[in-house]
């Protein structure tokens, strides 16, 4: 019988991890539970001892924890599930680190939870509703590092010193990217106590970051899983280092976790991601590698403008309006300069072309 993240914790929920071993779904719950808002609630490094769910729970701030506009009700649930269950009775939160900076162009959260004596999960979050959130991802195409790299470098670290044992890192979407990202610069004696990296559905980086010595010092320990419709997840994706899970949705539902297919206590793989998205996934990257450094950067900013424009500030105004705001974004566009209007056109045109050649069997 098929199921997702809500039926696994209801049907395993009673079983310690003794009983039946923390699995990759277990690395997703926690990755999923980094979404939490847990600012003031769960402690930052050096400032107060690990909290227990129920703790958290009664906590005068609790409700700020589901405050995501999008997927707030998503979250309480699978907290109060995590909360009552044996499973993760003796799981603690600590450590818990956010920003977020409009200037710098950059979001970030993370929080350790300590499984036990001898080992310890560092989750990052991934993007969250802020549009600044979105717009560092797409800085991730042309920087070097971005920093929320920078800070998931720094809070591994951190965590490192806070904590004892053996080492497990994930995250979903961005937070996967900060997750590896973390591992493949950190100390030798941090990534010994590395265990396994979890990336759900998160980005990649460009080919040289996979031949760099420290990365090639953790990449046994990496496990990528992503959708077969994957767009995020496809992004600067390394040769064929991942796995792929059915999920009962399609295109960019297929990003959420909740829609992910698992059947006793494991993923539903896929021998293989479809040609069709296999192809989508190598025109998205041709793409990226047939534009210039500054063509990347004048995409992406001028993207981000329009959207400030017509005054988006989170995702949720983009999922509730978005024929107001295309309107808004096409009535700036005509506005600007004619040179940034002709060169966005060019880089789209570059799209097209990329599109074309792969659809005639050309590369």
């Known amino acids: 019988m098929k199921s997702n993240l809500v039926q696994y914790l209801k049907e395993y929920g009673d079983k310690s991890f003794r009983e039946t071993p923390f699995s990759e779904v277990d690395a997703l719950v926690l990755a999923q539970l980094s979404y939490l808002k847990m600012k003031d609630i769960v402690p930052g490094f050096g400032k107060g001892s690990a909290v227990s769910w129920q703790e958290m729970a009664q906590h005068p701030r609790a409700e700020q924890m589901f405050a995501d506009p999008l997927y707030g ?79 998931a470098l720094a809070y591994l670290k951190g965590a490192a010193r806070y904590t004892e044992g053996r080492m497990i890192l994930g995250g979903h979407s961005k937070g996967g990217n900060l997750a590896l990202y973390a591992a493949a610069c950190a100390p030798q004696q941090i990534q010994e106590r590395i265990r396994r990296i979890y990336s759900f559905d998160g980005p990649g980086f460009r080919r040289s970051f996979y031949e760099k010595p420290g990365f090639c010092r953790i990449r046994r320990k990496c496990c990528k899983i992503m959708p077969e419709q994957a767009i995020v997840g496809a992004m600067f994706v390394n040769g064929s280092d991942y796995r792929v899970v059915r999920s009962y949705r399609t295109g960019m539902g297929q990003h959420d976790l909740m829609q992910w297919m698992i059947r006793d206590g494991k993923f539903v793989y896929l021998k293989e991601v479809r040609s069709k998205n296999a192809r989508k996934s190598a025109i998205f990257n041709s793409w990226m590698d047939s534009l210039s450094r500054q063509q990347i950067i004048l995409f992406v900013e001028m993207t981000y403008r329009l959207l400030r424009a017509a005054h988006v500030t989170n995702v949720s105004q983009l999922m509730k309006k978005p024929f107001h705001i295309l ?17 966005f056109w060019q880089i789209l045109r570059k799209l097209f072309e990329t599109a074309r050649n792969y659809r005639h069997g050309g590369s």
């Open 327 to 343: 309107r808004m974004v096409c009535s700036g566009f005509c506005q600007m300069d004619r040179y940034y209007q002709n060169s």
């Open 73 to 151: 009700k998503q979250h309480r649930r699978i907290f109060f599930l995590v909360a009552s269950s044996r499973r993760y009775r003796q799981v603690r939160a600590a450590c818990y680190k956010e920003w977020l900076d409009e200037e710098k162009e950059g979001q970030f959260a993370a929080v350790t939870f300590l499984l036990g004596r001898t080992s310890v999960y560092v989750s990052f979050r991934g993007t969250d509703e802020t549009l600044v959130g979105w717009k560092e991802d797409f800085n991730m195409s042309y920087m070097k590092t971005v920093p929320a790299q920078k800070s």
